[in-house]
């Protein structure tokens, strides 16, 4: 299948601080991508959906100043989780999505804000 | 809203037992439905999707899931489970007008050898 990279794994940051994680498409060109984040056991939350070139559309209850996306090209999607708290700590997730109907995943970002 | 309920949220098994995982959906229309693993450290990946036509769907490596549309349930099987398949099973659901996946909570298989 398709590959999507996602960088960094893990950061750490202190409170207060920015945090941009990288979501690429290597090996296709991805029209959508999208923004989950997962609490400890329980479900991937979508937060936004990605149009390349266009601004993001934003699920319900998700600040979109705070959590900044840009696709300003097809294999990249950024999330900028700006002016973080300890509660914004989680395990964030990016997928892509090209012509098909099918989304590949990235790896993952496990964000700690101390 | 969509939403989507997993109801067995930690499941072990013995290698060579029968495997099967609910899940269970809310929503009034026409949905697409997938099964998704992540396998320790890795990225999730795609088991099998159902969209139309056939309601037993066969998946890669073994697995295969059937939609029964009037229990809203497209549950997960295995007739014979493998120390590899220990990893974490997500059902997810997305409607026909939009490529939004809602997820369940995720299932964790164990299996012994």
């Known amino acids: 299948g398709a590959v999507v990279s996602q960088h960094p794994s893990w950061v750490i940051c202190k409170s207060g601080t920015s945090v941009k994680i990288e979501c690429r498409s290597l090996?296709?060109?991805?029209?959508?991508m999208f923004w989950y984040r997962q609490f400890p056991k329980q479900s991937l939350m979508l937060m936004a959906t990605?149009?390349?070139?266009?601004?993001?559309?934003?699920e319900q209850g998700v600040e979109k100043d705070k959590f900044l996306i840009n696709h300003a090209s097809l294999t990249l999607s950024t999330l900028t989780v700006t002016s973080a708290h300890p509660e914004d700590s989680s395990f964030y997730i990016c997928s892509a999505q090209g012509g098909s109907t099918e989304a590949f995943f990235g790896q993952g970002t496990r964000l700690t804000v101390v | 809203a969509q939403s989507v309920s997993q109801h067995n949220h930690h499941v072990i098994l013995s290698e060579a037992a029968s495997l099967e995982l609910g899940c269970n959906y809310s929503?009034?229309?026409?949905?697409?439905l997938f099964w998704y693993v992540q396998y320790p450290g890795q990225h999730l990946q795609l088991l099998l999707k159902y969209f139309s036509g056939d309601p037993l769907v066969k998946g890669i490596k073994g697995f295969e899931a059937e939609f029964i549309k009037s229990k809203f349930s497209f549950n997960l099987r295995k007739p014979s489970v493998q120390w590899s398949d220990t990893a974490e099973y997500f059902c997810a659901v997305s409607s026909l007008n939009t490529d939004k996946l809602i997820f369940g909570t995720g299932t964790r298989l164990q299996v012994f050898p």
């Open positions: 990605s149009n390349e070139g266009s601004k993001a559309t934003y």
């Open positions: 090996d296709f060109q991805a029209t959508t």
């Open positions: 929503y009034g229309g026409t949905v697409n």
